[in-house]
């Protein structure tokens, strides 16, 4: 029972990593309101900027949770089939999305890929998110050779997201092009960090 304790708070570990990194996606993915001088002239203007910033407030947070989603349930995978020692299940996560069925093509592989990262994490060594990381891939070159592996089945998913998108969305290559952007420069930052 010791173990799954340690497993558990390896996951732990692993999510609260994952929370802090989509917080700092949404703020560069959501435009934060300005608040210009002549602003605070106009009663009306300055109360209008105030519902402005609740609302990229609720938008972050808003953001910030529907990016765990699919991360958390991979997280919670890779707990269980660490715990039990048994494969992973993730056809079940692949199912328990509400994604349109044209797209699970491509999301297979991301939460394949997601669930295997987060495993051999919750077994590395290590009591912080960076030790974890280092006892997994050992250097930056095999970090990164991953983060970059990682950031193409994103992109292919993306990709097939895309079409689906359109329809509901405004500027959604503008969009989704800033998020991997993101992404990828705040992942790259993290490689630097952990392996300086």
């Given amino acids: 029972m010791t173990d799954?304790?340690?497993?558990?708070?390896?996951?732990?570990?692993?999510?609260?990593?994952?929370?802090r990194f989509a917080a700092q996606v949404s703020n560069r993915v959501i435009d934060k309101p300005?608040?210009?001088?002549?602003?605070i002239l106009i009663p009306v203007f300055f109360i209008?900027?105030?519902?402005?910033?609740?609302?990229?407030?609720?938008?972050r947070k808003t953001f910030a949770a529907n990016f765990l989603i699919t991360r958390q349930r991979a997280l919670d995978e890779a707990l269980r089939s660490a715990e039990n020692?048994?494969?992973?299940?993730i056809e079940a996560l692949v199912q328990a999305s509400d994604i349109p069925e044209k797209t699970r093509h491509g999301y297979r592989p991301w939460v394949t890929l997601?669930?295997?990262?987060?495993?051999?994490?919750?077994?590395a060594h290590g009591s912080s998110y960076p030790e974890l990381v280092k006892s997994t891939y050992k250097t930056r070159t095999n970090y990164l050779l991953f983060l970059n592996r990682l950031n193409q089945v994103e992109r292919d998913f993306d990709a097939?997201?895309?079409?689906h998108l359109e329809k509901t969305t405004d500027d959604v290559n503008g969009i989704i092009k800033l998020m991997e952007e993101s992404v990828i420069s705040l992942r790259r930052q993290l490689a630097e960090t952990i392996f300086p």
Avoid: C, S
């Avoid at 020692?85 to 299940?89: A, C, E, L, M, S």
């Avoid at 997601?114 to 077994?123: E, G, Q, S």
């Avoid at 097939?160 to 079409?163: D, G, I, M, R, S």
């Fill in 160 to 163: 097939a997201l895309k079409p």
């Fill in 114 to 123: 997601l669930v295997a990262h987060y495993r051999d994490l919750i077994l």
């Fill in 85 to 89: 020692g048994n494969d992973p299940d």
């Fill in 48 to 59: 209008f900027y105030f519902w402005q910033l609740k609302r990229y407030a609720k938008g």
């Fill in 34 to 39: 300005r608040l210009d001088v002549w602003m």
């Fill in 4 to 19: 799954a304790l340690t497993l558990t708070h390896k996951r732990d570990l692993i999510l609260a990593d994952e929370k």
